[in-house]
């Protein structure tokens, strides 16, 4: 066999790789075209952009105010009764609103039936006119301020004058006491506190 030249070797190799470019070389232009066309749609990131902030969630309501929550509870009217020391019978009326100047207010009144005179079915003390001046109710105006569990009021105004000697009306709390009802103390003048349960009729 003759031994090829140098010549020869090179016109062979480069047949070669013309034979393998013809074969191979579309498959690798196809996958640099394909990377080409992916790098250029991928999106290009600003290093200067500014981060997308996310909208601020909305606030909550604000709470009522606290008068307004009191007034749906202890809105409407209150009564009671109960026997005083003396043996008189004594029966408050309580209503709870919202007065003209936005505030809470309570408008109480008081009346005593005293029921030792009544013995038998007569007066045995006094006349007739001493039992009906007893039994004259004493009102009071009052503004209040809710607290926990209850509202504490301040007397801005007393109507009538009262006949059992203690003096007007000073001081008045009420806090709940069960389903329904409150406890109500008062302060009359120099007598001691005086306690009563009072029960929602109305409201």
């Given at each position: 066999?003759?031994?090829?030249?140098?010549?020869?070797?090179?016109?062979?190799?480069?047949?070669?790789?013309?034979?393998?470019?013809?074969?191979?070389?579309?498959?690798?232009?196809?996958?640099?075209?394909?990377?080409?066309?992916?790098?250029?749609?991928?999106?290009?990131?600003?290093?200067?952009?500014?981060?997308?902030?996310?909208?601020?969630?909305?606030?909550p309501p604000p709470p009522p105010p606290p008068e307004v929550?009191?007034?749906?509870?202890?809105?409407?009217?209150?009564?009671?009764?109960?026997?005083?020391?003396?043996?008189?019978?004594?029966?408050?009326?309580?209503?709870?609103?919202?007065?003209?100047?936005?505030?809470?207010?309570?408008?109480?009144?008081?009346?005593?039936?005293?029921?030792?005179?009544?013995?038998?079915?007569?007066?045995?003390?006094?006349?007739?006119?001493?039992?009906?001046?007893?039994?004259?109710?004493?009102?009071?105006?009052?503004?209040?301020?809710?607290?926990?569990?209850?509202?504490?009021?301040?007397?801005?105004?007393?109507?009538?004058?009262?006949?059992?000697?203690?003096?007007?009306?000073?001081?008045?709390?009420?806090?709940?006491?069960?389903?329904?009802?409150?406890?109500?103390?008062?302060?009359?003048?120099?007598?001691?506190?005086?306690?009563?349960?009072?029960?929602?009729?109305?409201?």
């Amino acid at each position: 066999m003759q031994k090829l030249t140098e010549k020869q070797k090179k016109t062979i190799a480069v047949i070669i790789l013309v034979l393998a470019g013809v074969h191979f070389g579309p498959k690798y232009v196809n996958q640099f075209a394909s990377s080409v066309r992916a790098a250029k749609s991928a999106p290009t990131r600003d290093e200067h952009a500014q981060p997308t902030q996310q909208a601020p969630s909305p606030l909550p309501p604000p709470p009522p105010p606290p008068e307004v929550a009191a007034l749906s509870k202890y809105g409407g009217v209150w009564v009671g009764s109960e026997l005083s020391t003396d043996q008189d019978r004594c029966d408050i009326r309580l209503e709870i609103r919202v007065g003209d100047d936005k505030k809470l207010k309570g408008y109480e009144s008081k009346n005593c039936i005293p029921l030792q005179p009544l013995a038998g079915g007569r007066p045995t003390k006094g006349t007739v006119a001493d039992l009906i001046r007893e039994t004259a109710p004493v009102s009071a105006v009052m503004t209040g301020t809710p607290h926990d569990g209850g509202i504490s009021f301040t007397v801005d105004r007393t109507i009538g004058a009262p006949t059992d000697g203690c003096g007007d009306l000073s001081a008045f709390t009420m806090t709940d006491f069960g389903e329904g009802q409150a406890q109500a103390e008062f302060q009359e003048g120099k007598c001691p506190a005086t306690r009563m349960l009072l029960r929602k009729a109305k409201g």
